[in-house]
C-alpha cells in the first residue's frame, strides 16, 4: 500500500459529461502529480501541484482543470468528455521517489 | 529534450532463468533514474531508483538495475524470474527542471513456468 488514495475506482460517463477525480497523498507529501495512462499515448504527466500552488503543467487538456486544496487532497476534473479520454487516471505524491496511488479508470461511452 | 526508451514491448522468460528489461535515457545533466512495475489493475509500485551513480542499485522483490553511463542505459535484471513477475514494467526519469517523472512505453514481462 503506498499510502496515496484515489478515489472512485472505476467511473462510467457518457460523452460531454464532466466528471471529478479525488486524490489524497501520503502523510506529510506536499506534491500531488496527475497522469493519465493510455493504451495509444502510454503514460504522460498532466499537473503537478505543490502545497496548493500549480508547479508544472504537461499535457493537459483545456478541458481538464486540477486544483489541491488546503488539506492537500487534490480534484482533477475532466469536462466535455470524448471518448479518447478513456483512460487510467493515476495521482502520486513524493518522496523522493514517487509513490502511485491505485488510479481512477474512466470509461467515457 | 529528456526520454526514456524501452526497445522491447514485451520480454519472455522460463521461470527460474534471469530476466534482464532494457531502457535507456536522454537526459541534461545528472539522471534520476526509476524502475516502476504494473500488475494488472493496479497502480505503479516503486521497484528502485538510481540517483547516486552507483553502478548496480538493489530494489524490492530481489530486483536489481545496472547503471551504465556511457551506454545512457538502465536495465532492470533478476537472477531468477518468477512467474509472479509477470507485469507491465516502466522505466522512468525524473525531469531536471521539476520533479515529474517520464515515461518509457512499458515492457510487459512474461515468465512462464
Known amino acids: 500500500d503506498s499510502g496515496v488514495t484515489q478515489t472512485p475506482k472505476h467511473l462510467i460517463t457518457a460523452t460531454g459529461q464532466r466528471v471529478t477525480l479525488r486524490c489524497s497523498p501520503r502523510?506529510?507529501?506536499?506534491?500531488v502529480y496527475w497522469y493519465q495512462q493510455s493504451l495509444d499515448q502510454g503514460l504522460q504527466f498532466l499537473i503537478q501541484?505543490?502545497?496548493?500552488?500549480?508547479?508544472a503543467k504537461g499535457n493537459i487538456l483545456e478541458r481538464f482543470s486540477a486544483q489541491q486544496f488546503p488539506d492537500l487532497h487534490s480534484e482533477l476534473n475532466l469536462s466535455s468528455l470524448e471518448l479518447g479520454d478513456s483512460a487510467l487516471y493515476f495521482c502520486?505524491?513524493?518522496?523522493?521517489?514517487?509513490?502511485f496511488g491505485p488510479g481512477t479508470r474512466l470509461t467515457v461511452t | 529534450a529528456q526520454s526514456v526508451a524501452q526497445p522491447e514491448d514485451q520480454v519472455n522468460v522460463a521461470e527460474g532463468n534471469p530476466l534482464t528489461v532494457k531502457c535507456t535515457y536522454s537526459v541534461s545533466g545528472n539522471p534520476y533514474l526509476f524502475w516502476y512495475v504494473q500488475y494488472p489493475n493496479r497502480g505503479l509500485q516503486f521497484l528502485l531508483k538510481e540517483i547516486t551513480g552507483d553502478n548496480l542499485v538493489k530494489g524490492s522483490y530481489g530486483f536489481e538495475a545496472e547503471y551504465n553511463k556511457s551506454q545512457t542505459s538502465f536495465h532492470l535484471k533478476k537472477p531468477s524470474a518468477l512467474v509472479s513477475d509477470s507485469a507491465l514494467y516502466f522505466c522512468a526519469v525524473r525531469d531536471s527542471g521539476y520533479n515529474k517523472l517520464i515515461f518509457g512505453a512499458g515492457t510487459r514481462l512474461a515468465v512462464h513456468p
Open positions: 502520486a505524491s513524493s518522496g523522493y521517489e514517487q509513490y
Open positions: 502523510s506529510g507529501d506536499l506534491s
Open positions: 501541484y505543490y502545497n496548493g500552488e500549480e508547479r
